[in-house]
């Protein structure tokens, strides 16, 4: 489904590519691509084809900028595709906007009740609210008025003491109105000044359940009502918000489960048909992943780009804090041109623990071709060879003679050939790495700019990085030339670069 | 989530990249420096708030179990069920009206789009977006309206829809395989799926029904992970009468599947039920965690688990196809079970995902009383789509 996304958006740009200007004609085809991803991606038929009305409007009214500055300041150069994909690309976030997580009081308050279907995550998010207010220098407490799910009650109670945030529960038989309303009470008394009401799952169909709400409602007023919405849900998304909103007023929505790889395209309806806003995202199962919601982040979710992010999730999973200092110190040390087959053996297996290489590429934007030229044991290969390797070899790769080379081909079981090519390969790639550090393109990156130095040139990785680069095994003296053809090339451009 | 810059940034390196792919070994050891400052990104923002402590992954892998000293803890209620544990929830309204309301979203639209009109280019498109919004997915759509199109034009409304009926139920009707004979004993059943898709409910029911056919039946609180849920599943047991077999929360799921067989074994049980926490298909560490408590089970009785079940909320949409894809891939997933059938427009996954995977589904989940789970029946589920008096 992933691919799909993807897919569908990058033959939109690739119907695009090398047309001028963009007509009725050239459009119709790329604007069909869109409509399959955003249906692949659960969003509401009504809502895609308002949506693509919008689009095509824009597309063809507005003159495209051929030259636009982005958003430091840089002046770059965008193909009509590009501007068609931009176009896209705001109008969704304008479907999901504006943002606004904000959290109403009431007599200096902060209510919310928490209503949903059955398992979308609502005790949860309870639990998470709490923490969020706590955060924001508040007094929570939690009322579990779930009184029909086994154990309901138990969770919130374990959730509670986990943040240290006391639960008000009722006595067995309490009706969940006359629970909630004594915890009012008691939040009054006891000096709390945020609340949490977490009530039971339901099916929006239910009568007698949607009364309780109600019921609950009148008891408590709660300055905010919100809805716990599920980013796997499909298209009846749409009809379970109608179905709430039709009886309650709700505020805005939580949409949770958003660290799986669902795309939340059923959200994004439930925004542009009930008109309530969006105001938090749960990422994960622990108390503290809540974000506040960023309507930017979830269009280029949807779109099929942000798959950066899961990445960047599953990096998180699988590395701790000493080891993300580590891969910094690795990476830094790459920049200078310093890197030792050690570091890239780690650097390697840091990569490894986050899944296989092929899903990995496939999460990169763009790069969904690449992953399926990669073989799986690759790496395996290239970890047994640099096993066989002396501590010294490792630090310095240079001394890889010839003798050396059969001694490391003997102990892992490759071929003379295969060793040189890696440490052919693994030259020419730190040497590339510390081009890229000494003024290259990591500036360019958001965050990088402490790694790499300020700026950097317009972004050309192709003559950055140096030319073609053959099939590694580059012999040393031929290396070495080339490494001084290519400072040579690096200077000139710097150069230019200083002129303009 | 990240800027825009980071990925304008790395979409023409891709497209290089592409064009060289010799060179992946740099992508490689580039990656963590890409990821280390787009972590960093992530950070800022809530360590300007406050110092965060790491978060650490959910499970790490866990020891070999010490048998021994985690002594499982086994409930065996005195008699059955002599009260529920918790308020039933208020009656809701029977299967028949539920059904009426699934078919409503699909074929009461059906017979607006078609009622009375002929078949036209117009009445096709209508037709695909109709077909889309059922949550059937692009490519089962897309083949239900290949059968259409090859109607001639000017067909009429009733044989649109018979074709449309029985293109749906031969899909249908080849994954529609009941329950499979009891093997074992103990005849084990692993339940998976994502979480908030009703596995523990499911679970409940499905003793209920065994306990209910007069077997014995052993449940395994292998969630070991929710605040709760092995509370939840303990209430069901009580509920239902039948022992339920528990480690400590946070503890080893593959452990508390292994003390579950031990205990199902010695007690001579027909059934036994493992429950599972849920997970998010996508999450590697978790899901092989998975494949680690079905090698277990397969280790402790031959042939188990015999049924492996994947729960999927009928709400889900086209997610449910990775669903499928991803818990296959870390165990033999042999049967689905749709919970939360009960609202509008629900269930239409299950036409694509029997198109794409054929996997046998078992049962419907219909509500929230005890006696709410059925066995799945192809014939029926289309009858209720696409009945003529809709």
Known sequence: MLETLTQGFSAAREKLAGVRVLSEENIDGALR???????????????????LGRVKERALGEKVQTRVSDASGRTVKATPGQHFIAICEQELAQLMGPVDASLARKRGAVSIMLVGLQGVGKTTVAAKLARHLQRQQRKPLLVAADVYRPAAVLQLQRLGESIEVPVQAGAEGDAPAAICA?????????????????????????????????????????????????????????????AFAERLTLDGVVMTKLDGDARGGAALAVKAVTGVPIKFLGTGETVDRLEPFRPEGLASRILGMGDVVGLV???????????????????????????????????????????????????????????????????????????????????????????????IARGSGRKQKEVRDLVGRFLQMREMMGQLGSGGMLGKIPGMGRLAGAGGPELDPAALLGGGGGGGGARQGKRSTQQRRKKRKAARKARKKGRR | MLQRPMIDWLHPLATWIQ????????????????????????????????????????????????????????????????????????????????????QEALVGRLERVLGGRELDAEVLDELEALLFSADLGVPTAESLLERVRKQPVGSDAASVRATLRDAVAEKLRAVEQPQPALAG????????????????????????????????????????????????????????????????????????????????VARGADVAIIDTAGRLQTKKPLMEELGKIARVIAR???????????????????????????????????????????????????????????????????????????????????????????
């Open chain 1, 313 to 407: 999730q599953d990096f998180e999973a699988v590395v701790d804090e000493r080891e993300a200092e580590q891969a910094e110190q690795d990476a830094e040390r790459m920049l200078e041109g310093k890197l030792s087959l050690d570091d890239f053996l780690s650097q390697l297996k840091l990569i490894r623990r986050m899944g296989p290489l092929k899903e990995i590429f496939a999460k990169l934007p763009g790069m969904g071709g690449f992953a399926d030229q990669v073989e799986g044991d690759e790496l395996t290969k290239v970890e047994s060879m640099v096993h066989s390797m002396t501590r010294q070899e490792r630090g310095d790769p240079d001394l890889i003679d010839k003798s050396r080379a059969a001694r």
């Open chain 2, 19 to 102: 064009a060289h792919p010799h060179l992946f070994l740099l992508v490689c050891a580039a990656l963590p420096l890409v990821l280390v400052a787009a972590v960093e990104l992530r950070r800022r923002p809530a360590a300007e708030r406050q110092a965060e402590p790491a978060e650490l992954p959910r499970t790490a892998p866990a020891p070999v179990p010490e048998r021994r000293d985690a002594a499982p803890t086994v409930t065996v209620p005195e008699a059955p069920a002599p009260r529920a544990p918790v308020a039933e929830p208020p009656r809701a309204p029977r299967l028949r009206e539920r059904l009426a309301r699934t």
């Open chain 2, 185 to 264: 004993p103990p005849h084990v059943i692993l339940v998976l799926g994502v979480n908030g898709s009703g596995k523990t409910t499911t679970i409940g029911k499905l003793a209920a029904r065994h306990a209910g056919e007069g077997r014995r039946v052993v449940l395994g609180a292998g969630d070991t992970f929710r605040a709760a849920a092995i509370e939840q599943l303990q209430a069901w047991g009580e509920r239902v009468g039948c022992e339920v077999v528990a480690g400590q929360e946070g503890g080893d799921p593959a452990s508390v599947a292994f003390d579950t067989l031990r205990a199902a």
């Open chain 1, 182 to 242: 004594a915890a009012a009470e008691r939040a009054r008394r006891e000096g709390f000044d945020a609340i949490v009401y977490d009530t039971a799952g339901r099916l929006a169909i239910d009568d007698a359940l949607m009364t309780e709400l109600d019921e609950i409602n009148a008891a408590v007023e709660p300055a905010n009502t919100l809805l716990v919405c599920d980013a796997l849900m499909g298209r009846d998304a749409v009809n379970v918000a109608q």
């Open chain 1, 33 to 51: 691509d869109v409509r399959m991803s955003l249906l692949e991606a659960d969003v509401d038929l009504a809502v895609v084809r308002d949506f």
């Open chain 2, 300 to 390: 402790e009785v031959e042939g188990a688990p015999h049924e492996t079940l994947l729960v999927l909320d009928a709400n889900t949409g086209q997610n449910a196809i990775s669903q499928a894809r991803l818990f296959t891939e870390v165990t033999s997933v042999s049967g689905l079970a749709l919970t939360k059938l009960d609202g509008t427009a629900k269930g239409g996954v299950l036409v694509g995902l029997a198109d794409a995977f054929g996997i046998p589904v078992r049962y419907v989940g219909v509500g929230e009383g005890v006696d709410d789970l059925r066995d799945f029946a192809a014939d029926e589920f289309v009858d209720a789509l696409f009945r003529e008096d809709a």
